[in-house]
C-alpha cells in the first residue's frame, strides 16, 4: 500500500491517485511507471535476440546451422548443405564493415529450393529462422497479381514480415522471408496473348526490385494501396529471400535437355547413368527459364537447390525422429491428460505405407495419424484412462471407416 504523503519520481502521482509505491534510496515509483518499465525492458530484450548488434565470430557456422537442421529435418543433406553456407554469407554481408578503400560489395545469396510437396522447404525456412531468431514470414505466390488487379500486390509480402516484427522496421529490414509456390507465378506461355499474364510475368517483375534490394513503400496493414494511406518505407537490401516450389513436370524438361545434348554410343551410356527417380538433382537455372521464370528474377536468385523425392525409410524416419517429430506431438498430447500414449512397430508401417500412397510427403503422414487418432483425442480426455497403446488392427479400423480411406480408393481407380 501507499503511504500518506509519497509521491512517484517518474509521473508524479501522489499516494491518492496510486495503489502501490516502490520505495527506492532516492525516491519512489508508482505501480503503473513499474509495469511501463517492465514492458520497455521487455521489448528490448527481444530486439537484442536479432544476430546484427552480434560480431561474426558470434554467427552461427555452417556446420552449426547444419547440425541443427539435421535434429528437425531428416535426409536433403545437399539442400541443407546449400541453405547453410547461404544463410551464412548472406549474415556476413550484412556484417561486413565497409570502408571507402574497400570496394568489394557482397551480393544477397537469395535462394531457390525446388522439390515435391512435403519435402521439407518451408520446414528448412522456418527452422533457420528460428535458430536467428530474426523475424520470418511465409507468402503464398499463388495470391499475388499485378498492382491494380484483383489479388495482393507484391508489397503484402513485406507487410507480413513486419507484422512477425512487430513492425520494428529494423528487425523486418534483416528477416527472413519465404515465398511458397513460387512456379505457379511461371509465364504460362512464350506466345503473345490478347489477355495479361496478371498473376504469372507480372508478380515476377514486381518482385524484381524486391529480391535486387531496393526501398519499398509498405501498407501496414496489407491490402491495397490508396493514395491516402500511410505508407511504412522499407529497405529490402539485406532481407533474404527464400523461394520454394514443386515445379511439377519439370522432370520432363530435365530430361529433353539431357538427351538433346548427347548423340551416339557414348551418350547412351551417360543416359543410362542418369538417376531417373531424382531428375531435379541435374536442375539448372536453364530448367527454370524453360519452365517459364524470366531470366531477370532467375538472375536474382542464386543459389538453386533441389530436394530429393522422400523415400520409404525417410518417411520412416521422420514419423518419430526429429525433435518435432508427429509421433512425439502426439504423445505429449496425451501426457498432457495425462495418459501414457505408445505405438506399435507395425502401426508405423502402415502409416508409411499410406502416406507413400497418398504420395504428399510427410504432410501426408500428419494426415493419417489424425485419421487414425481422432476417435481416441475425442473421448479419452473424459475417460478414466491412464495408458493407450495403438496397435496394427485398431489403426486398420479407424483408417477403413474415415473418409479418406474411401477418398484413396477412389484416387486408385482414377
Do not use: W
Not at 520432363?252 to 551418350?267: D, S
Not at 530429393?308 to 518417411?315: C, S, T, V
Request: proline share 4%.
Amino acid at each position: 500500500m501507499a503511504k500518506t504523503g509519497e509521491i512517484c519520481a517518474f509521473c508524479g502521482r501522489s499516494s491518492q491517485e496510486a495503489k502501490v509505491f516502490i520505495n527506492g534510496m532516492s525516491g519512489a515509483i508508482c505501480d503503473s511507471c513499474a509495469v511501463r518499465a517492465y514492458e520497455m525492458v521487455m521489448e528490448q530484450g527481444r530486439h537484442s535476440k536479432i544476430p546484427f548488434g552480434l560480431n561474426q565470430k558470434e554467427l552461427p557456422k555452417p556446420e552449426d546451422i547444419k547440425n541443427h537442421l539435421d535434429q528437425y529435418v531428416i535426409g536433403q543433406e545437399e539442400a541443407k548443405r546449400y541453405l547453410s553456407v547461404s544463410v551464412y554469407n548472406h549474415y556476413k554481408r550484412i556484417l561486413q564493415k565497409v570502408t571507402p578503400d574497400d570496394d568489394v560489395e557482397i551480393e544477397k545469396s537469395n535462394i531457390i529450393m525446388v522439390g515435391a510437396t512435403g519435402t521439407g522447404k518451408t520446414l528448412l525456412a522456418r527452422t533457420i529462422a528460428k535458430l536467428l531468431h530474426v523475424p520470418f514470414a511465409i507468402v503464398d505466390a499463388t495470391v499475388l497479381t499485378e498492382a491494380g488487379y484483383v489479388g495482393e500486390d507484391v508489397e503484402s509480402i513485406l507487410t507480413r514480415l513486419l507484422q512477425a516484427a512487430d513492425y520494428h522496421v529494423d528487425m523486418a529490414q534483416r528477416g527472413i522471408v519465404f515465398i511458397d509456390e513460387i512456379d505457379k507465378i511461371a509465364r504460362k506461355s512464350d506466345n503473345p496473348s490478347i489477355t495479361r499474364d496478371v498473376s504469372g510475368e507480372g508478380v515476377q517483375q514486381g518482385l524484381l526490385k524486391l529480391l535486387e534490394g531496393s526501398i519499398v513503400n509498405v501498407p501496414p496493414q496489407g491490402g491495397r494501396k490508396h493514395p491516402e494511406q500511410k505508407m511504412i518505407a522499407v529497405d529490402t537490401k539485406n532481407i533474404l529471400f527464400i523461394c520454394g516450389g514443386a515445379f511439377d513436370g519439370i522432370e520432363k524438361k530435365i530430361a529433353q535437355r539431357l538427351n538433346a545434348r548427347v548423340i551416339g554410343y557414348v551418350a547412351g551410356k551417360e543416359t543410362n547413368q542418369l538417376d531417373k527417380d531424382n531428375m531435379l538433382k541435374y536442375i539448372t537455372p536453364t530448367d527454370l527459364k524453360s519452365y517459364g521464370l524470366i531470366p531477370e528474377i532467375i538472375g536474382r536468385l542464386p543459389i538453386l537447390t533441389y530436394l530429393k523425392p522422400l523415400d520409404r525409410n525417410a518417411l520412416r524416419n521422420i514419423l518419430t525422429e526429429p525433435k518435432n517429430s508427429i509421433i512425439k506431438q502426439y504423445l505429449k498430447l496425451f501426457e498432457m491428460d495425462g495418459i501414457k500414449l505408445s505405438f506399435d512397430e507395425d502401426t508405423y508401417e502402415f502409416i508409411v505405407d499410406k502416406a507413400l500412397e497418398f504420395k504428399l510427403g510427410a504432410r501426408g503422414l500428419r494426415s493419417i495419424v489424425e485419421v487414425i487418432m481422432i476417435d481416441a483425442m475425442y473421448s479419452m480426455p473424459s475417460e478414466q484412462v491412464e495408458e493407450f497403446r495403438v496397435t496394427l488392427v485398431y489403426a486398420k479400423e479407424k483408417f477403413e471407416k474415415s473418409d479418406t480411406s474411401h477418398l484413396l480408393a477412389h484416387k486408385d481407380r482414377c
